[in-house]
């Protein structure tokens, strides 16, 4: 079940690493003594990149957390448990929660509600790709066993500070009544990301990311039917992207309303 969906709003942005980045491969599995405790990789090229779900589950719990949502339902396992806010309701109760309704909810007993927004992975953007296998480096970090108290140096792999991902995320405009206030939590939670941590070992410093938005367009329905243009939201005359390449996200909620100011008819 789903709302008909009025428009595709597409954000392409950087994310540009200010401290290391970790996001382990294996979280499950806590090697003792471990030879090596890497970072995801997509096999097919092996090098690192940021998986849309944990980009996406970072922006919801932040979004939680700042509107105080009680995070309840268990998505994780008994040993690792991952707490999130999801509403247990019928659908049309579901489409008034702004968490739910943006990242989506599984029914436990209740009605599922896609996600209206896709987060994609965020590859290395072409300037790394090339050096990538230089870029991967090895720190050891002091691990305390939470049991023993023993300290345990075990080697980390990380993504060191300056490299550079680039990121994609659709939002699917299913009412027009909601779509400012889903788009405008969507960047709020990007700003909070920055003041917060992507990945593990963020109270060690680790995973602090700065976003810029290089691009936004909407395309209406009709635009998959090659009847219609899409429409530049960004950058405009007025607001264009500045040395670095991008618009930060700050830019972004300040000048809101007239990025994405309805199509005047
Ligand atoms: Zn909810």
């Given at each position: 079940m789903g709302d008909v969906i009025l428009s595709k709003v597409i954000v392409k942005g950087k994310i540009r690493l200010k401290t290391g980045l970790h996001i382990g491969a294996q979280r499950e599995t806590m090697e003792i003594g471990g030879i090596d405790n890497p970072v995801i990789k997509d096999?097919?090229?092996g090098q690192p990149y940021i998986p849309g779900s944990s980009l996406k589950g970072k922006l919801r719990s932040l979004l939680e957390k700042v509107k105080g949502f009680?995070?309840?339902?268990?998505?994780?396992?008994?040993?690792?448990p991952i707490y999130i806010h999801a509403c247990d309701k019928s659908y049309d109760e579901i489409k008034n929660c702004e968490i739910c309704r943006l990242f989506g909810t599984s029914g436990k007993d209740g009605d599922n509600f896609p996600a209206r927004v896709l987060v994609r992975d965020a590859f290395l953007t072409e300037e790394f790709k090339d050096k990538w296998e230089e870029i991967v480096e090895i720190k050891y970090e002091t691990a305390?066993?939470?049991?023993?108290?023993a300290a345990n140096p075990r080697p980390m792999e990380r993504v060191p500070p300056g490299v550079e991902f680039e990121f994609e995320v659709v939002y699917n405009?299913?009412?027009?009544?909601t779509r400012e206030q889903d788009l405008k939590n969507l960047f709020s939670a990007m700003k909070l990301l920055e003041d917060d941590y992507l990945g593990g070992s963020g109270s060690r410093g680790y995973g602090k990311v700065g976003i810029i938005i290089t691009g936004i367009v909407e395309r209406p329905r009709d635009y998959y039917f090659g009847n219609k243009d899409e429409r530049v939201l960004l950058p405009t005359d007025k607001i264009k992207p500045s040395e670095d390449g991008g618009v930060r996200v700050l830019e972004i909620l300040e000048k809101f309303n007239e990025i994405f100011k309805h199509e005047s008819s």
């Open positions: 096999p097919v090229t009680k995070a309840e339902r268990n998505i994780g396992t008994r040993t690792n305390i066993d939470r049991i023993t108290s405009v299913e009412d027009e009544e």
